[in-house]
C-alpha cells in the first residue's frame, strides 16, 4: 500500500474519519493501532506478526530494565535486546550479503563453497523500526526516559503506520508523550498538511518518477553515453533520491499531522548545505541525529585526540552505509563520507591554526554539492566498476561513448534547486496554509490539477523502501 496508490487514499479516509468521529483518546489509539497494523499487513501479515512480537519483547525487555536494581542485570537485558533486533535485522538484510562475501573471499583462495538454497524476503521498512526499537530499550537503560506501562501504547509507536516503513525515525520520548492526551487539529495546521502532503506527492510522482528512466539508462550502460550524458545523469540521480525520500517524509509527517500527531523534520533542503557537515544537519536528519547519539556518542564521541575523534567518526559513517543496504558500494559511500567530514574537520582545524583565508559560503556550497553527486554514484552504481566508470566520465578523466541524454536535462536539477532556494526563502507553502477556505481553495486547485498533468503512468515503489 502506497502512499501515492489510490487504496491509500481509500485507506486513509477510513482511518480519518473513524479516528476523528471518536472522543475517546484510548480508543482512538486502538483505532490507530488496528489500522497500522492492517497498513503493515497489506505488504505480508506474517511480518505484521513479526513486528508485533518484537514490539512485545521490547515492551517487556524495558520494563525488566527499569524494575532491576543491579547494574549488570541492566546491561544483560539491554544488551538481549539490541541482539535481538540486530539478530532480526542481520538474517532478513544481511544474511546473504555476508554469505555472498564469505564465497567471495574463499574463491580468492582457491576454497569452493555451496551457496545456501535460502530464500528470504526483505521485510518493508525493517531497518527503520529496528532502530526505532533501540532507541526505546537503550533510553530507558540510560536513565533517559520510563518505560512505557500500557503495551498498547508502546505497539502504536513501533508501528505507527504513516513513518512505520521509510521515516522519519521516531524518538519514543517525544512519541509518547503525544499519546498521553487527545489529539486535536486546527483549520490552518490541516491546510498546511494538506500542503504538505501534496508537495511530497508532486516530489515523488511528478518530479522523481518522471526523471528515473534517464537515470536508468546512464547506469545501466555507462559506456554508452558522453560526458555530458553521465554528468546529467548524476545530477538527476540526486534529485530523483531527494525528491523520492524526502516526497516520502513529507507524506509521513502531513499523514501523521492530519491525525494530530508531530513528526520532526526529515529534510531540510541539504542542497543548500555548504559544507559536508552542514549536508548531514540537513539529510536524512531523523537517521543523522539517530546514529550520533546512539554510535558515535556511544563509541566516545569527539576526543581531545583528533584521531580518536576521526575513528569514532568513520565507524559511524561506515554503520550508516552498511544501514542503507547489504552492499559493499553502500559501505564504501558511508566511508567516503566518512572520509570527507575528517577532510573538512582537518581543513577546520588547520586552517584555525593558521589564521588562512576560509572557504566562502558559494565556493563551500560548490565543493559540497559536487563531492555528494560523486558519492551517490556509489550509492545508486550496481557494482564498483560501473561506479569507478561513472566517477572518471564525471570528472572529465575519460571520454564517453556516443549515446546522449536530451541536452534540456541538464538544466532541470539547476532550475529545481533555484526554485527550492526560492521557496525556501519566501515561505510560499506557510503563506498559503494561512488563507482562508476561499483563497486556499483555487491555490490548491491549481497544484492539483498541475500535478495531475505531469503524472507518469504507473507506480514506482519509494527507493528507501529497500532499506
Known sequence: MLFTEPVFAVFFAGVFSVYWSIRSN?????????????????????????????STAD?????????????????????CSVAMNLSVLFIFKYFNFFVDSAIAAASLLHVTLDHPTIHIILPVG???????????????YRGEMQPVRSLRDYLLFAAFFPQLVAGPIVRPKKFMRQLEALRSISAHEARLAILLFLTGFFKKMCIA????????????????YDVLSTVSAVWL????????????????????????????????????ATSIQDFWRRWHISLSSWIRDYI?????????NRLVTYRNLLVTMLAAG???????????????????????????????????????????????????????????????????????RYLG????????????LIALPVGLLSLQWVVRKSNVFWRISLLGPTGFAPAFGATVALTVALLPFGYKPFIYFQF
Not at 296 to 304: K, N, P, V
Not at 397 to 408: C, D, F, N, V
Request: proline share 2%.
Open 322 to 392: 552498511l544501514w542503507h543496504g547489504a552492499a559493499w558500494t553502500f559501505v564504501a559511500w558511508g566511508a567516503a563520507h566518512g572520509a570527507s567530514q575528517i577532510v573538512y574537520q582537518e581543513y577546520k582545524y588547520w586552517t584555525g591554526r593558521l589564521q588562512a583565508l576560509g572557504i566562502g559560503s558559494f565556493a563551500g556550497w560548490l565543493i559540497t554539492i559536487n563531492v555528494v553527486c560523486i558519492w551517490w554514484i556509489l550509492f545508486r552504481a550496481p557494482d564498483f566498476s560501473t561506479a569507478t566508470l561513472l566517477m572518471a
Open 237 to 272: 540521480y540526486a534529485v530523483q533520491i531527494y525528491c523520492d525520500f524526502s516526497g516520502y517524509s513529507d507524506m509521513a509527517i502531513a499523514a501523521a499531522a492530519l491525525l494530530g500527531y508531530k513528526l520532526v523534520l526529515n529534510f531540510d533542503a541539504p542542497y543548500l
Open 209 to 224: 518518477d518522471n526523471i528515473s528512466p534517464y537515470v536508468d539508462q546512464v547506469f545501466a550502460r555507462p559506456a554508452d
Open 126 to 140: 525493517i531497518s527503520f523500526f529496528t532502530f526505532q526499537s533501540l532507541s526505546y530499550t537503550i533510553d530507558v
Open 59 to 79: 515492551f517487556l525487555f524495558a520494563r525488566k530494565i527499569a524494575a532491576s536494581k543491579t547494574r549488570g542485570v541492566r546491561k544483560l537485558l539491554v544488551f
Open 296 to 304: 558515535y556518542i556511544s563509541l566516545g564521541g569527539r576526543s581531545s
Open 26 to 54: 484510548e480508543l482512538r489509539k486502538d483505532v490507530l493501532l488496528v489500522a497500522s497494523y492492517i497498513f503493515y499487513g497489506s505488504w505480508d501479515w506474517r511480518f505484521a506478526i513479526m513486528l508485533g512480537l518484537l
Open 397 to 408: 578523466l575519460e571520454g564517453g561513448g556516443e549515446a546522449a541524454l536530451p541536452r534540456w
